[in-house]
């Protein structure tokens, strides 16, 4: 890694579950940011990234059902 790469470490822990933790670093390159965003969008990617990381972490499947009553 040259020594002038941005890096991102992404962590989480939970306050519920004991030894439910993972902490990751990545440099911009290997997660496919452009060091050159301006702050508020890296602060989008980084943030959307870090959701797909966790996801991915805890390995959550899940459905949203909206039901509509259909007799109104």
């Known amino acids: 890694m040259d020594q002038l790469d ?7 822990s939970s306050t519920k579950y004991e030894g439910t933790e993972a902490r990751e670093t990545f440099t911009f390159k290997e997660i496919g940011i452009d060091e050159d965003l301006d702050d508020e969008a890296l602060k989008v990617e980084i943030n959307r990234i870090f ?22």
């Open 51 to 72: 959701q797909a990381w966790v996801w991915d972490k805890l390995n959550i499947s899940y459905s949203i059902v909206i039901n509509e009553d259909k007799n109104r």
């Open 6 to 12: 941005k890096t991102v470490t992404f962590s989480f």
